[in-house]
């Protein structure tokens, strides 16, 4: 999860993977790459307003929402990944 600690440092970062799975939504025109492309810029969004500290009021250093939220960007990246592997084999 430690790789992930990126998106803490450079939120907007998180455009660029909401860019590949839109890319890979247009090319298969399945539905998860579609979800998981919204879900990465939602929390491209989310993570840039903690970074200015507009959610987040002074202490900021201890993320418990990232328990939540890291878990879950994993699992549907996978399961994007798989799912637009899949629909190229085809």
């Keep these: 999860m430690e790789l992930l600690g990126i998106f803490i440092r450079y939120p ?3 455009l660029l993977v909401a860019g590949v799975f839109a890319a890979l939504w247009l090319r298969s025109r399945k539905v998860l790459p579609g979800v998981v492309a919204a879900i990465w810029a939602a929390y ?3 993570e840039y307003l903690m970074h200015t500290r507009v ?3 002074g202490e900021c250093n201890i993320r418990v929402d990232l328990l939540l939220i890291y878990p879950l960007l994993v699992l549907l990246t996978i399961a994007g990944l ?3 592997v899949r629909r190229r084999a085809r």
Aim: hydrophobic residues 60%; charged residues 0%; proline residues 0%.
């Design 12 to 14: 907007l970062a998180a």
């Design 44 to 46: 491209a969004v989310y």
């Design 55 to 57: 959610l987040c009021s």
């Design 82 to 84: 798989l799912s637009s």
